[in-house]
């Protein structure tokens, strides 16, 4: 009897320790659980939060690109209308951003292509040389409206917000004046150095302030600038104390002579690169000139302008075969270099130009490059 007492109390206490046991259990499984929920509740917030911030952000930048969008829209809006005086004396009103152009000569659209204005173009003309390399391929995938200065009809028909070029693409003979487009609503403008005698380095400048100005990328026509005001001032650098060379510049041969520069814009980079025009006396851009007067003056550098319906082949052998040229310093030397439209008319290859140039008159002062 006793022993069934004592069994049965201790079958009462293990029951007892089972129950306490699985109560344990059960609380702290009901511990775990809320731990966990409250731990992903708290993760939750924290996406959402996080969410609701990079939300808020992205409006807020979005909202910022608006506000910036719609200040330059304003800004450009503002700088408009505005004139500049051309060839002639002629001037143009400038009313908004040129969206379609047409480039009358390669030099002028070597210069809206080093503004990034390439996809403005929607026509080129008198590509009779090339661009500066770097934007060669991109120009030559642009339509070639005409092979020379092109009519009234004909840009009347291709219709461009914006036409540019050197001065001879705007002539009464073909009726495409600066005041005769204007009157069709057709902006237009030419390239300094084109109609200015004695012009210079300042006027390309002014050619990249101006564009700057009409398609609102004056940044970029200032870094343009910038740069090659540096390197020509590195080139005068190198170049500072010697005795100018004399420089005939050979454009063609026409019947009654040489056709060469003056006082305009080549000889002022073959000054800047130490060397002297040997018919900058000239009162004119251009002019024809005797054989007889280039043997006088006897140049020690002889440029060739490489464009044009004449080769570069067919120019040296005109120079080098006459018998009566033999004796000119230049050619008995063999100092004799060629450039491109782009390189001797107003460019981006202005600096480059200079550079060339003084490489050719001093060559002493580049030995070590």
């Known amino acids: 009897?006793?022993?069934?007492?004592?069994?049965?109390?201790?079958?009462?206490?293990?029951?007892?320790?089972?129950?306490?046991?699985?109560?344990?259990?059960?609380?702290?499984?009901?511990?775990?659980?809320?731990?966990?929920?409250?731990a992903e509740s708290s993760a939750?917030?924290?996406?959402?939060?996080?969410?609701?911030?990079?939300?808020?952000?992205?409006?807020?930048?979005?909202?910022?690109?608006?506000?910036?969008?719609?200040?330059?829209?304003?800004?450009?809006?503002?700088?408009?209308?505005?004139?500049?005086?051309?060839?002639?004396d002629q001037v143009v009103t400038f009313t908004k951003v040129p969206e379609t152009v047409l480039s009358t000569n390669v030099n002028v659209g070597d210069e809206l292509m080093a503004l990034g204005l390439g996809d403005k173009i929607v026509g080129t003309c008198n590509n009779n040389s090339q661009v500066n390399p770097l934007y060669r391929e991109e120009y030559e995938t642009i339509p070639e409206f005409s092979e020379k200065a092109p009519s009234l009809e004909a840009i009347?028909?291709?219709?461009?917000?914006?036409?540019?070029?050197?001065?001879?693409?705007?002539s009464e003979k073909n009726n495409t004046t600066h005041?005769?487009?204007?009157?069709?609503?057709?902006?237009?403008?030419?390239?300094?150095?084109?109609?200015?005698l004695g012009a210079d380095l300042d006027d390309v400048y002014q050619d990249f302030y101006n564009l700057?100005?009409?398609?609102?990328?004056?940044?970029?026509a200032e870094e343009l600038v910038n740069g090659m005001k540096e390197k020509v001032a590195e080139v005068e650098k190198k170049i500072e104390g010697t005795e100018p060379v004399r420089v005939f510049v050979f454009d063609y041969l026409a019947d009654d002579g040489p056709y060469t520069c003056g006082n305009n814009f080549t000889a002022q980079l073959i000054r800047h690169a130490g060397g002297e025009n040997i018919f900058i006396d000239?009162?004119?851009t251009w002019a024809t000139v005797s054989w007889e007067s280039v043997i006088e003056r006897d140049p020690e550098v002889i440029i060739i302008n490489d464009y044009g319906s004449h080769s570069l082949e067919e120019k040296l052998s005109q120079l080098k075969d006459d018998p009566a040229l033999a004796d000119i310093s230049a050619i008995k030397n063999d100092r004799i270099i060629s450039v491109t439209l782009c390189e001797s008319f107003a460019s981006s290859m202005t600096a480059d130009t200079i550079e060339k140039f003084a490489k050719a008159c001093h060559p002493e002062c580049f030995e070590e490059e």
């Not at 030419?190 to 200015?196: D, F």
């Not at 700057?212 to 970029?220: A, Y």
């Open 179 to 196: 005041d005769t487009l204007s009157s069709y609503g057709i902006m237009s403008l030419s390239s300094i150095e084109g109609y200015k």
């Open 44 to 88: 939750e917030a924290a996406v959402s939060e996080e969410t609701a911030a990079d939300t808020s952000a992205a409006d807020e930048s979005a909202d910022t690109e608006a506000t910036e969008e719609s200040a330059d829209s304003e800004a450009a809006e503002s700088a408009f209308p505005f004139e500049l005086v051309t060839k002639d």
């Open 1 to 38: 009897m006793e022993k069934r007492r004592i069994r049965a109390a201790a079958s009462f206490v293990l029951a007892l320790a089972m129950v306490m046991s699985a109560v344990g259990c059960s609380s702290e499984s009901t511990d775990t659980t809320a731990s966990e929920t409250a």
């Open 156 to 170: 009347l028909d291709l219709s461009p917000d914006f036409v540019y070029g050197r001065s001879s693409a705007f």
């Open 282 to 284: 000239m009162d004119t």
């Open 212 to 220: 700057g100005r009409i398609f609102q990328v004056e940044d970029r």
